[in-house]
C-alpha cells in the first residue's frame, strides 16, 4: 500500500524553467515531510524538508509548497539548471519511518 | 555527521545462490538503521528496520532477512536468490542533526 502519490513520474523543462513535483499523503499522522534527490548510482540526499505548521519552505532555488487540508505537498524547482536532472522523491514520517513517493525523473534541457 | 558504509558496490550474483550485503554506520552510537530497496524506475520500499542490537522487524515479507549483530552494522542476506531479488539496496539511518535520514551509496544486485 502506497501512503504517498508522487507526480508526475517523469518532466522534461528547459534550462531557466521552472519544474513542479507534487505528492499527496493519506495518513494525517505525518508530521515530516522531505524531498530527496538522487543522481544515477547514488544514494538518495535530503534536499529540503518542511513541517506540517508551515505552508511554505524555501531553500535557494527549491521550494516547497504545503496544503494541510488537502493533504498535498509540492516541490517546485526555480531556474532550473543541467545539474538538477535527477530523480526526486517526496517522502513522509512519523514515528521513525519514511515513506516515499514513486519518484519524478527531471530532466532539464539546455 | 554520520557516515554509511555499503559494500559491495555492484554485486551479480546466479539464482539461488546466497546473499550478504553489509552497512556499517560511523559517528553515531545506537541509531535505527534500515533497509530499503530502489527496483528499475521505482520508489523506495522499506524491507527492514532496526532499533537495537538483534532487534529487527520486516516490512515485506520476502526471500530476505536481516540481523544487527552490533550496534552500528546492519546485514541483509538471502539463503537462495530470487530473479525478483534485483535492484538497489541501501542502508540508511536519521540525521544527527534535523530529521529526515543519511543513505549510504548502495548496492547494485542483479540476479540472473
Known amino acids: 500500500q502506497q501512503q504517498v502519490k508522487q507526480s508526475p513520474q517523469s518532466l522534461i523543462v528547459q534550462k531557466g524553467g521552472i519544474s513542479i513535483i507534487n505528492c499527496a499523503y493519506e495518513?494525517?499522522?505525518?508530521?515530516?515531510f522531505p524531498w530527496y534527490q538522487q543522481f544515477p548510482g547514488k544514494g538518495p540526499a535530503l534536499l529540503i524538508a518542511?513541517?506540517?505548521?508551515?505552508s511554505e519552505k524555501k531553500e535557494g532555488r527549491f521550494t516547497i509548497s504545503f496544503n494541510k487540508s488537502a493533504k498535498q505537498f509540492s516541490l517546485h524547482i526555480m531556474d532550473s539548471q543541467p545539474g538538477d536532472s535527477a530523480t526526486y522523491f517526496c517522502?513522509?514520517?512519523?514515528?521513525?519511518?519514511?515513506?516515499f513517493g514513486a519518484g519524478t525523473t527531471v530532466t532539464v534541457r539546455a | 555527521s554520520q557516515t554509511i558504509h555499503q559494500w559491495p558496490a555492484t554485486l551479480v550474483q546466479p539464482v539461488g545462490s546466497p546473499l550478504s550485503l553489509e552497512c556499517t554506520v560511523e559517528g553515531t552510537s545506537n541509531p535505527n538503521l534500515y533497509w530499503y530497496r530502489q527496483a528499475a524506475g521505482r520508489g523506495l520500499q522499506l524491507l527492514f528496520y532496526?532499533?537495537?542490537?538483534?532487534?529487527i522487524s520486516s516490512e515485506v515479507p520476502q526471500n530476505l532477512s536481516a540481523s544487527r549483530p552490533q550496534d552500528r552494522q546492519f546485514i541483509l542476506s538471502s539463503k537462495k536468490l530470487l530473479l525478483s531479488d534485483s535492484g538497489f539496496y541501501l542502508c540508511?539511518?536519521?540525521?544527527?542533526?534535523?530529521?529526515?535520514?543519511?543513505f549510504g551509496s548502495g548496492t547494485r544486485l542483479t540476479v540472473v
Open positions: 517522502a513522509s514520517s512519523n514515528d521513525y519511518k519514511l515513506s
Open positions: 540508511a539511518c536519521p540525521r544527527g542533526s534535523g530529521y529526515g535520514y543519511t
Open positions: 532496526s532499533v537495537g542490537i538483534g532487534q
Open positions: 495518513n494525517t499522522a505525518f508530521d515530516y
Open positions: 518542511i513541517r506540517p505548521d508551515v
